[in-house]
């Protein structure tokens, strides 16, 4: 990413320079909406993100330059202050200095200036990426790098659900502050033991179709979480032992299925296939059998339109479009209500494939859709 515009505006709002820290968006190859049930989420980091310059101050003050914001983009707030500030994008690096200091992070003041490539509520996770990097670089700022890595991913998750009003699980923060380059990374969100998975498809490419549908995650999203979580409430009072929907099988959930209303019940189940999905998908990965991963995705995006309800009509004709020019696989990528569909190419057809996608969609909805080519790269870090 280039930073030159960033040292320049830094340098003009602040008079001095400071350190360059990065943290990338992400892309999730399967298991969505799983992470928060305590089930598999197989993401990586992308090579795009939020790039920050930061400086200490040596006062209480945090002084924010937002260079890609055009309604409000200076915000200062107080390390003591109590209140969140009005700036929402301001809410994300105050959440993650709170959350630091209640790990016994001791902050100063500083100065920051802001900017990304990652396309905003395109379902990359510009929002983890935000988070990471100044967790990161505070807690090399200020704490040594002592911290440990998997502690900033859930700073930046407790940021969202204390500060942002988003009760996301960890997949977002963990795949940005953990990714590694040419890498998925599997993540059992129950245990938090993760294993690399180097992601190579010869003869394939990860192609990106962004809707540009904004999506914003919050109350929809949370009320999903709801969802799952009264099925969970009911199987524990009637089995015991189930803590989260990783606990339950198909048979529990039927038992408990006049207790739910019908779209508890259809959002629960969709967590249930989309568990034995990630499986599936490892096991194909490890064989090589691409045709097979591709085809899970198809069932997960259906699922997550059909059962969880979180697609929208525009990225339903992007993956049925897929599914005519003969991609492999396609699905929503992320929280869903919009952003982006990832597909899974051989590299044949990938070419007719963009193509035919920007004209089909073009026609229908107005808008040519933007197109992004994965490249799996590092998750957070310090930049020369
Ligand atoms: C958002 C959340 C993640 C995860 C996905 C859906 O990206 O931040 O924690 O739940 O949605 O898989």
């Not at 980091?45 to 260079?67: H, M, P, T, W």
């Not at 890595?149 to 988003?166: D, M, P, R, S, W």
């Amino acid at each position: 990413m280039d930073t030159t515009t960033l040292r320049n505006r830094f340098r003009q709002q602040f008079g001095t320079s400071g350190d360059l820290y990065f943290s990338p968006g992400r892309i999730n190859l399967i298991g969505e909406h799983t992470d928060y049930n305590g089930g598999f989420v197989f993401p990586g980091a992308v090579d795009k993100g939020v790039a920050i310059e930061i400086y200490r101050n040596g006062s209480r003050k945090v002084c924010l330059l937002a260079l890609d914001r055009d309604d409000v983009p200076y915000v200062e707030f107080s390390l003591d202050d109590k209140e969140k500030p009005a700036q929402h994008w301001a809410c994300y690096i105050f959440g993650v200095c709170k959350e630091l200091e209640k790990r016994g992070v001791t902050l100063g003041g500083f100065n920051a200036a802001i900017t990304g490539d990652v396309p905003l509520g395109a379902g990359m996770s510009s929002s983890a990426a935000l988070e990471s990097v100044f967790a990161f670089a505070l807690n090399t700022m200020f704490a040594d790098g002592r911290v440990d890595k998997f502690e900033l991913a859930k700073i930046g998750q407790a940021t969202e659900h204390n500060y942002c009003g988003v009760k996301c699980g960890i997949m977002d923060q963990f795949a940005s502050v953990m990714g590694r380059e040419g890498c998925l990374i599997r993540l059992d969100c129950r245990s938090l033991e993760y294993e690399y998975f180097p992601f190579d498809p010869k003869g394939y490419k990860l192609v990106l179709v962004n809707s540009g549908v904004k999506h914003s995650l919050g109350n929809e999203y949370n009320e999903r979480r709801e969802s799952c979580e009264k099925a969970v409430a009911l199987m524990n009072e009637q089995f015991g032992g189930v803590e989260t929907l990783r606990d339950a099988n198909y048979q529990m959930l039927d038992a408990v299925k006049g207790g739910l209303t019908d779209d508890d019940y259809r959002r629960a189940k969709y967590v249930l296939d989309e568990k034995e999905r990630v499986l599936a998908v490892c096991d194909a990965l490890n064989e090589g059998k691409y045709e097979l991963v591709g085809q899970k995705m198809y069932e997960t995006h259906w699922g997550l339109s059909r059962d969880y309800t979180v697609s929208c009509p525009e990225l339903d004709f992007l993956v049925e479009t897929a599914q005519e020019c003969g991609v492999t696989g396609s699905r929503i990528m992320g929280g869903g209500f919009g952003g982006c569909t990832i597909n899974l190419v051989r590299e044949t057809i990938a070419d007719k494939f963009i193509s035919k996608v920007k004209r089909e969609y073009a026609r229908k909805f107005g808008i040519i859709p933007e197109i992004y080519q994965v490249v799996i790269g590092d998750g957070s870090r310090k930049l020369q």
